[in-house]
């Protein structure tokens, strides 16, 4: 059993996570945090929750470069990092329009760029694909081990 901290600076999308775990019965478990991590602010409570012990740090369908930055820097030896987020040139389902096109630090992400921009704080990558979402739009699913020893990556990949 995995305690769990939900970060969005969106009530609405918390509100969802908190639906889900008194559904299942993880209220218990399950901690919502408000946070917009554009902010430096809110970066440095990001910060001091990223302490150990932390095994996993999702991040999905959000991109900011320098919060990113942080994040990988900020976790902990032997913590996961898996992404899942638009690649570049993604279409916005609401707008029609590219997502965030022309925020060089929010924009879809392009092939091979987090195994690229990580390469000194994470261990050989344990999957960098492009695959289609639901819709049809491109993303990127990206999984790494921070520090950790090419054989205890081996071993994570196969539970991967």
Known sequence: GWEVVGIDNQNVFLDHLRAFAAREALS???????LDLRREADREELRRLLA?????VNVARFMHRPALDDTVRWMPPGCCL??????RD????KSGRQIKAGKADDCGLVSGELRT?????LC??????????????????FVAIKGAHEEEAARASVSV
């Open 82 to 87: 898996a992404v899942h987020h638009f690649m």
């Open 117 to 121: 921009r990580y390469a000194e704080e």
């Open 52 to 56: 150990p012990p932390l095994a996993l």
């Open 90 to 93: 993604a279409i916005s389902l």
């Open 124 to 141: 050989t990558a344990l999957l960098d694909e492009e695959a289609p979402s639901c819709d049809g739009r491109a993303m990127c699913n």
């Open 28 to 34: 218990d478990r399950v901690t919502c945090v408000k």
